[in-house]
């Protein structure tokens, strides 16, 4: 039993003092405070002055398994999910073998279960081998636990095979998440195509690499009536797209990550491959636009995009020198940009996004109610895990206890992930994952378990 926690449940509209009862890895009661009182020999978890919520779930991350064991294991990735509060996420089909069959299913969620930590979701791929000619058998997939289909990293970009996709998606009633880059307009770019890429002797990327793909396939969603997820949004002009496709019927939703809502493309200067991602960290009015769109609802769901990559993958050997993380970088020989553009796109997340959420909270772009909403009850929704995002009686007990007020700071060395690559290295956070509880089992805690009350 958790006792005297505030429990924040914006699925029903709870924000209070209250207690919480787990029997057999249900929600079996949700009383106010005092009120319950616990069966013999049941654990209970004093929570004055910390939070607790719905399991965290992350509809985004990368876990490089099968395939590159050097970068992440599905057993340290669920792991670090675990430390991070999260107690679902979904694993994106970008591994070697590709996610496209059942087999490949079977077998994350075999290692999932092994790891005995957060649980995991394998997420399609939308075309076998992720290169966008064939689409998967979308219902043999979900028939094996996929819940999301994506070829997230690369974009689809013919035109018939996504019109082919989305009705596949209707039959299934998942939904497709989209990477939305326009690869044309990328070229060779290492960041938002800004002063900051100028300086730095960079190609840039530009708002409309995002944009004009964003538009096309709103519109033909739109067309199939099928539901569309948006990975990832970074610009503003994308988030005005969503809103008025939202207008027109549509059935979309979008994402957003810490690192754009938190960093701009200023970061790119200072850390260089640690901060290079697709799409890129953009301009200051463009994160503006992100925490406005997060506050009003535009954007339903705040993903790690946790993307994992060892040193060699980001060319830390010729570059990390030249991106000290205390200024901004000289600009750049045309040998060291090439090499720069070249690096492995994204960061890891998992452990840092809980506390750069808060961080939003704290600051009062959003507020408590809504940062559980971007983090349980809508990822919950968007995955159709029906007993998941509330803790209401008869949902399955995935709980997340957070203390909103403890400090820590960003250490990579002290990550359980197998990767180090973040921007945030250093960065003072407030607010971290006390205890993650996954069917009523604590996967992880901050705190000594010894100093649970037993009655």
């Not at 002055?49 to 064991?69: A, C, E, K, N, S």
């Not at 909403?373 to 997340?400: E, F, H, K, S, Y």
Request: glycine share 8%.
């Amino acid at each position: 039993m958790l006792r005297g926690g505030r429990v924040i449940d914006p699925a029903f509209e709870i924000d209070g003092a209250y207690d919480v009862l787990v029997i057999d890895g249900e929600v079996e009661a949700l009383e106010p405070s005092g009120i319950l009182k616990p069966p013999a020999d049941a654990v209970v978890i004093g929570c004055a002055g910390l939070w607790v919520v719905p399991g965290l779930i992350d509809v985004h991350v990368h876990l490089r398994d099968p395939g590159f064991p050097q970068k992440e294991t599905i057993r340290s990735g669920l792991r670090a999910a675990a430390a991070g509060g999260f107690t679902t996420v979904a694993a994106m089909a970008n591994t070697s073998p590709v996610d496209d069959t059942p087999a490949i299913a079977r077998y994350m969620l075999e290692q999932a279960q092994a790891a005995r930590a957060t649980r995991l979701i394998p997420v399609s791929a939308v075309t076998k081998g992720l290169v966008g000619r064939e689409l998967v058998d979308f219902a043999a997939m979900a028939e094996a636990g996929a819940r999301l289909y994506s070829d997230d990293g690369i974009p689809i970009d013919d035109e018939a095979i996504l019109v082919e996709a989305f009705r596949a998606a209707v039959r299934v009633n998942f939904a497709i998440s989209l990477h939305e880059e326009d690869r044309a307009l990328t070229g060779h770019g290492a960041c938002h195509a800004g002063e900051v890429a100028k300086r730095l002797g960079v190609a840039g990327i530009p708002v409309a690499a995002e944009a004009r793909r964003v538009r096309r396939d709103l519109a033909i969603a739109v067309g199939a009536g099928a539901p569309v997820h948006i990975a990832h949004v970074s610009t503003a002009e994308s988030i005005e797209l969503v809103r008025a496709a939202r207008k027109r019927g549509a059935n979309v939703t979008c994402e957003a990550t810490p690192h754009h809502f938190m960093l701009d493309d200023g970061a790119f200067a200072r850390y260089g491959p640690n901060a290079k991602m697709a799409p890129p960290l953009r301009s200051r009015e463009d994160v503006a636009a992100l925490h406005a769109a997060l506050a009003d609802g535009t954007i339903d769901v705040i993903a790690s995009d946790h993307a994992p990559h060892d040193p060699v993958s980001k060319h830390m050997d010729r570059l990390a020198s030249l991106f000290p993380g205390d200024r901004d970088a000289a600009r750049l020989s045309s040998d060291d940009a090439e090499i720069l553009a070249s690096a492995a796109n994204g960061i890891v997340g998992l452990e840092t996004s809980l506390g750069l959420a808060l961080e939003l909270v704290d600051r009062g772009v959003i507020d408590a109610a809504r940062m559980v909403a971007l983090m349980a009850a809508n990822p919950a929704r968007l995955l159709r895990l029906d007993a998941q995002g509330t803790l209401a009686p008869g949902a399955c007990g995935d709980i997340t206890v957070i203390d909103p007020k403890a400090e820590w700071t960003v250490d990579p060395a002290r990550f359980i992930s197998m990767s180090r690559n973040t921007p945030f290295s250093g960065r003072r956070l407030k607010g971290n994952a006390a205890y993650t509880i996954v069917a009523g089992e604590i996967v992880h805690a901050t705190r000594p378990l010894a100093e649970l009350n037993r009655t």
